[in-house]
């Protein structure tokens, strides 16, 4: 039997879950740099959990500045088997008011600062991005929100900006062309490498404002963010508890196969792999390293 390790990514305003048991702070080291900050370890409703603070305790992260590469890696090495990203946005759709919760199932990558494969020269891969949330997760989400009645709508497209700064007015409506729902600073590279590593991963998207498009919203300020990002906050820890019960302690592997996408993806030679690549790999390819 596999046991699920359930890895929750917390963003803006969540930096630790409450009613864990045995919780405790360790450090996990990374031959990808440093992660953003050591993993909390524990287990709630029966269920191992993992967390992480994607801009670290105290908030010290750009989103730019993020180490995405080491986050996922040291979540693989901590045995976690699933991700749930938390994660503030803003709301590109007059249906999707501040306060609202939503589950994207499709991202749109507008960034350009950051590595996003752990892959490179001396060891290519290409895995499918087609559809880079796990039905499994998503739907537990869905499902703890509708016990919690927490307003949370099942589908939409993430637009990832790179940020820090807010959009421009151009930009906001060019997205909202395009037909994207939310707009946030760090669902990628985060759901590539998530893949990458074979970790079926999900994100739960918090709407703390309408993105300068809207009238009322053309300054967004820090201030207005932070007041809607706190209550965002607490409603999403209730979730993530009423979650790890949904995934249970016996794991079910994703209806998307994600847990063997290296299979198809390595296209590198083995003659030709380089070897210090090849090492830093041992965590997140090390199931079909193996085989070589």
Not at 232 to 258: C, E, F, H, Q, Y
Request: aromatic letters at 8%; hydrophobic letters at 40%; proline letters at 7%.
């Amino acid at each position: 039997m596999t046991t699920t390790v359930l890895g929750v990514i917390g963003g803006s305003g969540v930096y630790g879950i409450d009613g864990l048991e045995n919780a405790r702070w360790e450090r996990v080291r990374s031959p990808w740099g440093e992660a953003s900050d050591e993993l909390l370890f524990g287990r709630l409703a029966g269920v191992d959990m993992v967390f992480l603070p994607r801009h670290g305790r105290g908030h010290v992260h750009s989103p730019s500045s993020i180490n995405y590469r080491a986050n996922i890696d040291v979540l693989k090495r901590a045995g976690v088997t699933d991700v749930l990203s938390v994660s503030a946005c803003g709301s590109l759709k007059e249906e999707l008011p501040p306060g609202t919760f939503v589950l994207p199932d499709q991202f749109i990558d507008r960034t350009f600062a950051r590595e996003k494969s752990f892959f490179g020269p001396g060891f290519v891969a290409h895995v499918s991005m087609a559809h880079p949330v796990c039905p499994k997760l998503k739907g537990a989400l869905a499902e703890a929100a509708r016990e919690a009645s927490i307003k949370c709508v099942t589908d939409g497209t993430y637009l990832a900006m790179e940020g820090p700064q807010f959009s421009t007015f151009a930009e906001s409506n060019l997205y909202r062309s395009w037909g994207c729902s939310v707009i946030g600073m760090t669902a990628m590279p985060e759901a590539k490498l998530a893949r990458e590593a074979e970790l079926p991963y999900a994100i739960l998207a918090m709407v703390t404002d309408y993105d300068c498009w809207h009238p009322g919203h053309d300054h967004v300020t820090v201030d207005q963010v932070i007041r809607i990002l706190n209550d965002n906050a607490d409603r999403a820890r209730t979730l993530l508890k009423r979650v790890a019960p949904k995934l249970g302690p016996k794991r079910m592997p994703s209806p998307l196969n994600i847990e063997t996408t290296l299979d198809t993806a390595l296209i590198t030679a083995p003659e030709k792999r380089d070897p210090v690549l090849f090492a830093k790999l041992d965590a997140v390819a090390g199931r079909v390293l193996k085989k070589v």
